[in-house]
């Protein structure tokens, strides 16, 4: 393999992995409450404009994406109090126009407080070196870190969810939430938890991708859809089906872009490219129309 | 037919003052109220799904965006008979509507919003990237000709070219929904499993609903191409589609004229907001989910309570 595309295919894993920081949340808080939250992407952006923000103001990376976690899990908690509580026993319909509705506010609000005009996070310096691959090429630590970064989330959500009290919580709730609440656990209260812990991955997401990427409003949306289609190929509800996609998208969606330009053509290939996970998706469906690892259907 | 009984008066009344616009000879006007009733179109046939079907499409800009790159993709090549363009603007929204809608049918539910949602946005990411015909710059179009007399670019020929493709599809909808098709794709809506134990195709009715639904919005997105003579990947991004659901509950779901009402306080709303303020969705956004937190019925329900 030459080093290029050993780099494209890290990029893969990489991109896989913040899929996994959007998908796992919307997963999540969809298997618990039955909610279909299209805001998650508005998370994704605030994320990564507080930490924009905090690094602006502190110089600090670390400091920037500390207080910006807390700052996306706080405003996960506010908006479930102000708004999503109140959708959560709303058909679907009534939650992804209520969560629409709330896009297109946090899209104006981000052009109020901070402009139209992208900002850009520099990488610290102590992150922006890079390590050689075998060949000539040489690989960015920064973009070896966040995917360590987005593994390691992985990791704990996973011990948290099969191995702690509250994960339990959370495995009964997505499998049956009026017992759960008639035994006695305040269902109001993980469902809060919950989303304080899906706003703050997607803040992360939002905020490590931050120096790769431009900070800009409408910056989750397009995250929020490959994430769609994440959960309807790893079958939603399930976290480790959530996994296992967002890993093949990445891949898929990068090795895509770098190949097929090159195997038909600039016209052809970057159209075609942009169609891979669809096809995927829609193999998936016709093959296995509950995902990959799901086990019911919507 | 329509009976024009007491419950039906508001909606003529309005329908009416609509197509009085161009008496004001206020060009804008007549501009905006050719833009309510294009929008007025795609919103009817969205409701046809979702009111109708109960098939929540997120991608319905996608069928109404194909409509409008059809006709700027034959001016792209010279061809500029409204002729052509009706025709093959219908025939590529309801070919991607039965592909889209082929594969999504086989699921239900949140599964289903989200699956159409992709795929538009897949169709849009193509836009995109498709550089011959303009990517993300959007192609400009000249107006299409009817016959080579009468021509699209007289403004207020415009308007009564619309209104009538309007007024002939309101009827045809509305018979579609009283129509034996019609009862079917309601009782499916209601209750899919009964109507599938007495016997009927439900994906089959539900796929001829999808297509039909896609092939007005592609009728719909010619005409909005042939307005603002130009085309653009935003037609069929995901926010558009958001939108003309907002349109729907508006109006109110399952009423047909009602989501035309819907568009026209929609797009009134926009537009009155925008004069004065930069960040119109900031008042917007808010008072969208107070309307679906606590709204039931949308403007129908205003207009005729009785109906309900």
Redesign the interface.
């Known amino acids: 393999m030459s080093s290029l595309l050993v780099e494209q295919f890290l990029n893969g894993i990489q991109l896989g992995v913040m899929l996994f920081l959007m998908a796992a949340g919307l997963t999540l808080i969809?298997g618990i409450m039955n909610f279909?939250n299209l805001a998650h992407g508005a998370l994704y952006m605030m994320g990564a404009f507080f930490a924009a923000t905090i690094l602006e103001w502190s110089g600090s990376f670390l400091l920037a994406i500390l207080l910006g976690l807390a700052a996306s899990a706080a405003l996960g908690i506010i908006l479930d109090v102000v708004?999503f509580r109140?959708?959560y026993e709303?058909s679907?319909?009534?939650q992804?126009?209520?969560t629409?509705?709330?896009?297109?506010?946090?899209?104006?609000?981000v052009?109020?407080l901070w402009g139209p005009e992208p900002r850009y996070m520099p990488v610290p310096d102590w992150l922006s070196g890079s390590i050689p691959l075998s060949g000539d090429g040489s690989y960015p630590i920064y973009r070896l870190l966040i995917t360590g970064v987005g593994l390691g989330v992985a990791a704990a959500l996973y011990v948290l969810i099969a191995h702690t009290r509250t994960g339990m919580l959370i495995r009964a709730g997505a499998t049956n939430r009026e017992m759960l609440s008639g035994l006695g656990t305040n269902v109001r209260h993980l469902s809060m938890l919950v989303f304080g812990l899906g706003s703050a991955m997607a803040g992360l997401a939002g905020m490590i991708n931050g120096p790769l990427i431009a900070v800009q409003v409408g910056m989750g949306?397009a995250m929020l859809?490959v994430a769609?289609?994440v959960?309807?190929i790893g079958g939603?509800g399930s976290i480790a089906g959530a996994f296992v996609a967002s890993i093949i998208v990445g891949i898929v969606d990068t090795l895509g872009r770098f190949l097929l330009p090159q195997w038909f053509g600039f016209?052809a290939g970057?159209?075609l490219?942009?169609?891979a996970?669809?096809a995927l998706?829609?193999a998936v469906?016709?093959a296995r129309?509950q995902g990959l690892l799901g086990a019911r259907?919507? | 037919m329509l009976r024009f009984d007491r419950v039906s008066t508001v909606p003529v009344l309005a329908l009416v003052l609509i197509a009085m616009t161009p008496v004001l000879g206020q060009p804008y006007l007549t501009r905006f109220a050719t833009s309510v009733l294009i929008f007025g179109l795609v919103a009817m046939s969205l409701d046809l799904l979702?009111g109708y079907g109960g098939m929540?499409s997120?991608g319905h800009a996608a069928f109404f965006g194909l409509g409008a790159y059809a006709a700027a993709v034959l001016g792209f090549h010279g061809i500029h008979s409204a002729f052509v363009a009706v025709p093959v603007a219908i025939a590529a929204a309801s070919a991607a509507a039965l592909v889209i809608g082929g594969?999504s049918l086989?699921?239900?539910?949140?599964?289903f919003?989200?699956?159409t949602?992709?795929?538009a946005?897949?169709l849009f990411?193509?836009a995109?990237?498709?550089?011959?015909y303009g990517g993300d710059d959007g192609l400009k179009i000249v107006r299409n000709s009817l016959i080579p007399l009468i021509s699209f670019s007289n403004p207020t020929t415009f308007f009564f070219a619309v209104l009538l493709v309007f007024l002939a599809t309101f009827l045809l909808s509305f018979r579609l929904t009283r129509s034996r098709f019609g009862r079917v794709l309601q009782g499916i809506r209601d209750n899919p499993q009964r109507a599938e134990s007495l016997g009927y195709d439900t994906y089959r009715y539900q796929l001829v609903g999808f297509v039909m639904a896609g092939a007005l919005a592609g009728l719909a997105g010619m005409l909005h191409a042939n307005l603002n003579e130009y085309v653009s990947p935003d037609l069929l991004n995901?926010?558009q589609s958001?939108d003309l659901?907002?349109m729907l509950?508006l109006g109110g779901?399952g009423t047909l004229i009602g989501p035309v009402f819907g568009a026209a306080a929609y797009l009134s709303l926009q537009e009155i907001l925008s004069m004065y303020t930069?960040?119109?969705?900031?008042v917007?956004?808010?008072v969208?989910?107070l309307v679906?937190?606590f709204s039931s019925g949308g403007i129908y329900a205003l207009l005729m309570p009785r109906a309900q």
């Open positions: 969809f279909l708004a109140r959708l709303r679907h319909f009534d992804v126009l209520g629409f509705a709330l896009i297109l506010f946090f899209n104006d609000l052009v109020l949306d859809i769609f289609v959960i309807v939603i016209t970057p159209a490219a942009s169609m996970n669809y998706m829609a469906l016709l129309p259907r919507g | 979702v929540i997120f594969i086989r699921t239900s539910g949140v599964y919003i989200m699956i949602l992709a795929f946005e897949m990411y193509i995109h990237a498709l550089t011959i995901w926010v958001g659901l907002i509950i779901v930069g960040h119109s969705m900031l917007l956004g808010p969208l989910l679906v937190l």
